[in-house]
């Protein structure tokens, strides 16, 4: 394919953005109201921002988990929506508020479990004592007030899900931007204790989210409901919840593997983080200030990505194998394309956004946190094209093969790098976190050949 053939038309790019757009507004307020939440919760103190980072990185377990049951269902969900089959729709959804629910109730007993155990395996680096109990203390309490919000996290995502994986990206978008707003209310009065309320600090930033969760999931079930019309795959969808068994086979089958890898990979990260913080208490911060900015300069390369599979399934659905390879290059081309220009943005604001007075930290933890992003500013790029790549695998259903192209390389490359290098070594952070993300190139090589191949492209709902 030369370059004029690799360029959409302008009908096409607004195609996409339509699709596209929705979602970059949702994930980009949820991450801004992320960004506050840091920025609230600096003000209390270096220990606050580690507790909280430290469990909000193990609570991204189970949002990844969630994500991957509800995305393995999906690539049916979009493949029967272009189909035209209404029953097969409502079908993917009634499994999603399954599976969904009785993961969240699995997630909320292991939490209370082992919270203090996995809190603790981050607070082994250098730094004072007293600090890393203040901070495995304001981690514990925190996760214990976020457990509530586990149930309506997980039904909120087979809602928003099944609306998306339709076209319908605007709903979700609208219902992420009610809860941010509650959220952001909620994150002022309780961290702090406005209107002679208690200041709860971490544990009020806790209780908003769940709060917002509630809201956001009260949003979704109230609209779709009300709008029966146009998601017709709500009729009837709690009349019963039995399915037909061989149906039941094909989802958990293609759902697995995505519930596995997004598993595995998030412990990965986890795992990661783990390495940087195993050098100083200081690195917990530092990684926590980088992560937010990279989470809300992402937003473009990450809902282009969720595009592609949307998009792609579709017409994946329709048979028309020949349009969906040539969408799946063009978008994954403009998903990098986003990718510089955000990566770039990111760079510029490496040297202001660590220093901003909203973060009560060291020089030295803003001195770090400058310099990893800038580091991850200058790969963006290469992250846009192997998530983009991810998708387009997906999209066509061969989950396994995207387990092994997600998954296999992060625990089989970047996970044991890490690992040697933050304890057989004596390398700084920067020096790890830049090794660690040039690897990508590995897993772009291996996303070209897989695209390229045109193996994934199939139809599922013949």
């Not at 801004?32 to 840091?38: G, P, T």
């Not at 349009?323 to 990111?346: E, P, Q, S």
Request: hydrophobic fraction near 55%.
């Amino acid at each position: 394919m030369n370059l004029r053939n690799r360029l959409g038309s302008k009908s096409f790019y607004k195609m996409v953005l339509s699709v596209a757009v929705p979602m970059m507004i949702q994930n980009g307020l949820s991450n801004l109201v992320s960004l506050v939440d840091n920025f609230m919760i600096g003000r209390v103190g270096t220990n606050a921002l580690s507790g909280v980072a430290i469990a909000n990185q193990l609570v991204f377990v189970y949002y990844l988990l969630i994500f991957g049951a509800t995305a393995g269902v999906g690539i049916f969900t979009a493949q029967y929506y272009g189909k035209g089959d209404v029953e097969g729709v409502r079908d993917t959804f009634r499994f999603k508020l399954i599976a969904n629910t009785a993961l969240a109730l699995v997630s909320v007993v292991v939490f209370i479990m082992l919270a203090p155990r996995l809190i603790s395996l981050f607070l082994q680096g250098e730094g004072a004592p007293e600090d890393a109990a203040q901070t495995l203390k304001i981690g514990v309490d925190y996760i214990k007030i976020i457990l509530l919000s586990l149930v309506p996290i997980g039904l909120s995502m087979a809602y928003s899900g099944t609306l998306r994986d339709t076209g319908h990206t605007k709903v979700p978008m609208a219902a992420s931007m009610v809860a941010i707003l509650v959220n952001l209310i909620g994150d002022a009065v309780l961290i702090y204790g406005l209107f002679g309320l208690p200041a709860m600090g971490a544990n009020g930033a806790a209780a908003a989210t769940v709060i917002a969760r509630v809201v956001e999931l009260m949003v979704l079930v109230i609209y779709t409901g009300t709008h029966a019309s146009v998601h017709g795959f709500i009729v009837g969808a709690f009349r019963g919840f039995r399915l037909p068994l061989s149906l039941c086979w094909k989802f958990i089958l293609k759902s697995i593997p995505l519930m596995a890898n997004e598993t595995l990979w998030s412990l990965g990260m986890t795992v990661l983080n783990q390495c940087y913080s195993y050098r100083s208490l200081s690195a917990v911060a530092a990684v926590n200030i980088e992560s937010t900015l990279w989470n809300l300069m992402s937003v473009s390369f990450v809902a282009m990505g969720e595009s592609v599979g949307i998009i792609v399934g579709q017409i994946l659905g329709t048979g028309d194998i020949a349009k969906a390879k040539d969408h799946a290059i063009k978008i994954r081309d403009f998903t990098v394309f986003c990718g510089v220009i955000f990566g770039l943005l990111m760079a510029v604001l490496a040297p202001i956004f660590p220093n901003l007075p909203f973060y009560n930290v060291s020089d030295e933890v803003r001195s770090l946190a400058t310099t990893l992003i800038l580091l991850s500013g200058i790969v963006m790029p290469l992250m846009s094209y192997t998530h983009a790549s991810y998708f387009i695998i997906r999209a066509g259903g061969n989950t396994l093969i995207t387990f092994v192209f997600d998954c296999g390389y992060t625990w089989l490359i970047v996970v044991p790098v890490a690992y040697c290098l933050s304890r057989f070594t004596s390398v700084g952070v920067p020096l790890m976190m830049f090794t660690v993300q040039w690897l990508e190139l590995i897993k772009c090589f291996t996303g070209w050949i897989m695209v390229r191949s045109g193996v994934w492209a199939k139809n599922l709902v013949r």
